[in-house]
């Protein structure tokens, strides 16, 4: 249980329970913001403390003292934004965004304390006389980039400029996030026919009815809409009018003109971005952002992007008139609309295959896959071993907690994995940290995985599809990321890498989950035990080695729409003032303006660049990609799921964070730079680029 002194926070308390698990039972909402409002008063003392030392700095009594300043701002932190993620409800909201601007304000305070930065600016200036350790030099640089970037070089109306627009970003990026979930929560689709869901299996359905009920509907069927603009439901519903349904509402979120729209909230993030570029002196928010990345510039991202661009959309037209014609040749009638074009292409595939893929998520149960696929691969790579803990309590009923041990039984860390979608969940999946891993705070990593996979009936199994199974396992790439990190500083532990860098080690992990030897493990039918056909495990290889030029131009697509809002000047933003206009225009020049085919994401509900981290950085999954398919390669040729492969990927990778400079980390690791045929080779693109 946590600490029992009664005037200690429970946000702040040191917990007993196994590696400062946060004993949340303990914790109200209301304890939130008082821990809040305490840890920031703790560490601007500790930052005066810092500025206001009168020996000459160093790096220990400057900047390792301030990376290990505000602990107990990084306990309540890491409490908070793993619930207001996964588990929010309308107090939390208010706290998120009560929290977005006070804790914008207590980093700007830190980041433009005159005092701090001069000796900042010290020891970076003497940096190459100071016989730094590639950590601490990497650490005494970021430190120095940080301040700078926050505003501590400008002159005083400058500073308060930037506190100005940082304050308002982090209110409106805060919003934006909760308005995409309501409005997505608002947009399902109520089926009174059930006629209407012919195609869906008998689970789906009984999930629709039941999300009808619990949104306080007496009859019908509810169609939940996930994040992206495709939805999944739409390969398998056979109803043309219903499929249209599903669709409009998904692109037509945050702009319906109600409560929840974010247009202007776009406009307006977007016109803050170009001003703070332009106070620092950058072009645009995209210099800005990509400065700090491993791509050496926005005209590099540019050449990748057009590469791809013209191979995917020359793929693209084929793939749509192979599919027109089979629609046809099936009776669809006048042509196929964008509502239509993943259900054909499901089913233009299917008809291609000898095997059908239908039977294959009987092969797929969710905790089968979890300890006999996900668990089993990291202990042939990586030799570790998870012990399910259900005497430990998470957030949510829920979310399970599982012990993680190396290969000589040492605790290492603890594993949570939220898998199931609720209301008060936003859509996707992704990876948070609860503590971060850290040798000088002797600090082991508590890691959580979040998707949103449907709940099953009690006493009925999950079945995961291919794309689900894929997510389940690029997710716990980001785990093992943070749960074999070995750094000392924890701003440098686990997934604390460039964006560009951060989904690569999660993609490299997808390479597994068809894997002949992992998914040999864990595919047997989950009623009879039965082990998967190999006809049917070849086949879903074949699927899903076969990458749609649909999916990749859906992609690009939103790539090309973020770097368009984000290559704006101060003066082109602020002549921005339709946004549908902006995007139709953004995606023509871009090359892949096809009605067909929208973005993957709209900007109305483009959560990862106008709520997210991941502005003028969508392309990140894409330059990580490069890496991760010459990785892949690489294992393959190395023998594949082999323990000394996994140990040479975790020691020049994994477990580095940002000690070290992650590009020459893989290039040590391949032998050489990372080339881009292989990419093209994955997504079927190599005949169209030569």
């Known amino acids: 249980m946590a600490s029992a002194e009664s005037n200690v926070n429970p946000v702040l308390a040191q917990s007993d329970l196994p590696h400062g698990l946060p004993d949340f039972a303990s914790i109200s909402d209301d304890d939130f913001l008082p821990a809040f409002a305490a840890a920031t008063a703790t560490q601007l003392g500790e930052v005066s403390a810092i500025a206001d030392n009168p020996e000459p700095p160093t790096f220990a009594n400057t900047i390792e003292a301030l990376e290990l300043s505000g602990r107990d701002l990084a306990r309540a932190a890491g409490v908070f934004f ?123 359905i009984a999930a629709a009815r039941r999300a009808a009920a619990e949104a306080g509907h007496d009859t019908g069927h509810l169609i939940t809409l996930e994040l992206p603009t495709s939805q999944s439901v739409l390969t398998e519903l056979n109803d043309p009018a219903t499929r249209r349904r599903v669709f409009d509402a998904s692109v037509h979120r945050c702009s319906r003109d109600n409560e929840f729209d974010t247009r202007e909230m776009v406009l307006e993030i977007v016109r803050l971005r170009a001003r703070r570029a332009e106070l620092l002196g950058y072009r645009d928010h995209a210099e800005y952002v990509i400065a700090e990345q491993t791509a050496p510039s926005p005209a590099a991202v540019d050449e990748l992007l057009g590469e791809l661009i013209g191979s995917a959309m020359r793929a693209g037209e084929r793939e749509l008139a192979a599919i027109s014609e089979f629609a046809g040749s099936q009776g669809a009638g006048a042509g196929i609309g964008a509502a239509d074009v993943t259900y054909w292409l499901t089913r233009q595939r299917r008809s291609q295959s000898e095997v059908s893929l239908e039977a294959f998520t009987d092969y797929c149960e969710l905790d089968t896959v979890i300890t006999d696929g996900v668990f089993y691969a990291a202990g042939a790579l990586y030799g570790l071993s998870f012990t399910e803990r259900p005497d430990l309590h998470a957030y949510h009923p829920d979310v399970r907690v599982w012990e993680v041990f190396d290969e000589a039984g040492t605790s290492i860390g603890l594993f949570l994995g939220d898998y199931f979608a609720r209301p008060s969940k936003r859509g996707g999946a992704w990876m948070n940290n609860i503590v971060d891993q850290s040798a000088v705070l002797a600090t082991a990593p508590i890691i959580v995985n979040v998707l949103n996979l449907t709940k099953p009936d009690a006493g009925e199994p999950c079945l995961l599809s291919i794309d689900q199974l894929t997510t389940l396992f690029h997710e716990f790439g980001h785990a093992l990321h943070g749960l074999l990190s070995a750094v000392a500083y924890p701003s440098q532990s686990g997934t604390s890498v460039p964006r560009d860098f951060v989904e690569f080690p999660s993609q490299v992990n997808e390479m597994w989950a068809l894997h002949p030897q992992v998914l040999a493990h864990y595919a047997r039918h989950h009623e009879t035990g039965a082990p998967i056909p190999a006809e049917l495990a070849e086949a879903a290889r074949a699927n899903a080695g076969a990458d749609t030029a649909h999916g990749t131009i859906e992609y690009l697509a939103a790539s090309a729409l973020d770097l368009a809002w984000h290559r704006l000047s101060t003066e082109a933003a602020a002549a921005v003032t339709d946004v549908e206009a902006f995007e139709a225009d953004a995606l023509r020049t871009a090359g892949v303006g096809t009605e067909l085919i929208p973005p993957r994401y709209r900007s109305a509900y483009f959560n990862h660049i106008f709520g997210g981290g991941y502005s003028a950085g969508y392309y990140s999954y894409i330059w990580s990609e490069v890496l991760d398919a010459e990785t892949e390669q690489w294992f393959l040729a190395e023998g594949g799921l082999r323990r000394d492969s996994g140990r040479r990927f975790a020691e020049s990778t994994l477990s580095r964070g940002d000690s070290v400079d992650p590009l020459v980390a893989h290039e040590k690791l391949i032998g050489r730079k990372a080339g881009i045929e292989p990419l093209m080779r994955r997504r079927g693109l190599v005949e169209a680029h030569g």
């Not at 030099?137 to 400008?154: F, I, K, M, N, P």
């Not at 909760?178 to 299996?201: K, P, Y």
């Open 82 to 204: 793993n619930l207001v993620g996964p588990d929010t409800n309308p107090r939390r909201n208010e706290i998120s965004q009560e929290l977005s601007t006070l804790l914008t304000d207590h980093a700007n305070t830190i980041a433009m304390n005159q005092g701090l930065f001069q000796r900042i600016s010290t020891l970076h200036d003497a940096a190459d006389t100071l016989d730094l350790t590639e950590d601490r030099r990497r650490l005494l640089d970021t430190r120095y980039r940080e301040a700078v970037r926050a505003g501590a070089g400008l002159d005083d109306a400058g500073q308060q400029e930037m506190r100005t627009i940082s304050s308002r970003l982090a209110y409106l990026t805060t919003t934006f996030s909760q308005r995409i979930l309501d409005d997505t929560n608002a947009s399902a689709v109520l089926v009174d026919d059930a006629e209407a869901l012919d195609g869906l299996g008998a689970a789906e």
